[in-house]
């Protein structure tokens, strides 16, 4: 076994041969093992907020990192450092999977690599967000979602991924009167694919799931709503609700982000009430990268115990002036022919900004080629917004009840030959 550098490995793990990338991520794995970096279950955490063990209250970011992810993870683990900060989950969701072209494997390897080229130590945690069914009409499933799920259940579990979070909001029957029957589908489901998880996680790990009452962008959640889907779900360690936001934020013609209007208060009412009844750790937000920066800081006042943020890192890396021009603009063609389709009443300025997200993937290796000193600039930019961000969410010296909390076995990841491939809904493990 060679001591090859991490981003000599990244660069592999993105665009080696078949062979190359599985050489590579068992070096990762390998390395990370020796230098006590451990991927992990959050459960422990959440479950000892569950039980008020600790009476810290932080809210844990949630990040999604859609591209120049080496670069990026680097950049928080060294905001992580700086703050002293355990609490911070990387994610990526089914659906970015497919844009980012990031394979759980790769996004798993991205972390470890970024972690060793900082010398991070101690618990890493790498979330599947939004394993999201489509539906095929209002309360519904799509043939052969939960099949695809399922899959990249799999393959997530192997590679390391060991939070799971099930979106099942999209199946809720809004044609339904009662909110027992609109939440039939959503509880079938969410069960099946937590038993599946149950059933194919590593001996002794404990999975870390979490649940979704309400689909993202639409109506605001309800207590009613948590006690009916809570009433027949169990096993899950967080839930996500509604509160008034959309993911990416509201865009005005000329492209800018209007201000988004957040229910706190359902935090504030919720996460207590799930905790004592249901023994939840608490409730999660979405939607919120596009907050005003003072908002954060509402988060762990009204309790809600995790927050995802993914438009927020990528628009501090596109708007940025370091951000070459003409890449921009490569980016913005690219997406004007091939999802034209979507334009509808939609000025250029709102296409761009909702559609831009899915043009990472395609420029990979333009993005991996950017001179230094222009990822360097980017990547500080985001350890800066993340130092502070820590402080906003009370995240701030959680790196040793983190260290102190989370005592499960080391994982031992499954080194499949290929890798998985996501793309529009379908999942299959790609051979040599």
């Known amino acids: 076994m060679t001591n090859t550098p991490p981003k000599e490995l990244a660069a592999a793990v993105q665009f080696g041969s078949p062979r190359e990338v599985r050489e590579a991520r068992l070096e990762l794995y390998t390395l990370a093992s020796q230098n006590d970096i451990r991927l992990a279950s959050i459960q422990e955490l959440c479950m000892a907020r569950a039980r008020g063990e600790h009476q810290i209250k932080f809210c844990v970011p949630a990040l999604n990192i859609r591209g120049l992810s080496f670069q990026t993870m680097r950049a928080i ?44 130590t ?16 209002s309360g519904v499933v799509k043939t052969g979602e939960i099949e695809a799920i399922k899959k990249l259940i799999e393959s997530s579990l192997a590679s390391g991924i ?17 909110v027992e029957d609109q939440q039939v589908p959503n509880v079938r489901f969410t069960n099946d694919l937590h038993n599946f998880i149950r059933e194919h ?9 979490g649940g979704e009452l309400g689909h993202i962008g639409g109506t605001n959640s309800t207590k009613e709503e948590c006690e009916v889907f809570l009433s027949q779900v169990s096993g899950l360690s967080k839930l996500s609700i509604q509160t008034g936001t959309q993911h990416g934020g509201v ?19 919720l996460s207590p009430f799930i ?27 009204s309790e809600a115990i995790e927050v995802h943020l993914a438009t927020g890192i990528q628009n501090m890396i596109m708007d940025h002036p370091a951000f070459p021009e003409a890449l921009l603009e490569n980016m913005h063609n690219y997406i004007d022919k091939k999802y034209s389709s979507e334009l509808g009443k939609m000025s250029d300025a709102q296409f761009h900004y909702r559609m831009r997200k899915n043009a990472w993937g395609e420029f990979k290796r333009e993005l991996w080629e950017l001179p230094d000193p222009v990822t360097a600039t980017l990547s500080n930019l985001v350890e800066e917004w993340m130092t502070r961000m820590f402080g906003w969410l009370e995240a701030t010296g959680t790196r040793e009840l983190v260290n102190k ?28």
């Open 162 to 178: 060991l939070n799971i979070d099930i979106d099942m909001s999209t199946l809720v029957d809004l044609e339904k009167i009662s």
């Open 251 to 269: 865009v005005s013609e000329d492209g800018s982000v209007q201000k988004m209007m957040v229910d706190f208060s359902l935090h504030k009412n």
């Open 405 to 432: 909390t989370i005592k499960h076995p080391v994982f031992e990841p499954i080194i499949r030959s290929g890798k998985t491939e996501v793309s529009e809904g379908e999942t299959k493990v790609l051979g040599d």
């Open 122 to 137: 101690g618990p890493v945690f790498v979330q599947g967000d939004h394993f999201q069914a489509k539906a095929a009409r």
């Open 275 to 301: 905790r004592s009844q249901f023994g939840l750790a608490g409730t999660v937000q979405h939607g919120a990268s596009t907050l005003e920066n003072e908002a954060f800081g509402m988060l762990p006042e």
């Open 77 to 120: 683990f060294r905001a992580a450092k700086r703050q002293n900060a355990g609490a911070f989950i990387f994610e990526l969701a089914r659906s970015e999977m497919g844009y980012t072209k990031q394979s759980p494997e790769e996004y798993v390897a991205m972390v470890l690599a970024a972690a060793l080229a900082e010398e991070w």
């Open 201 to 209: 996680e590593q001996k002794d790990i404990i999975t870390s799931v």
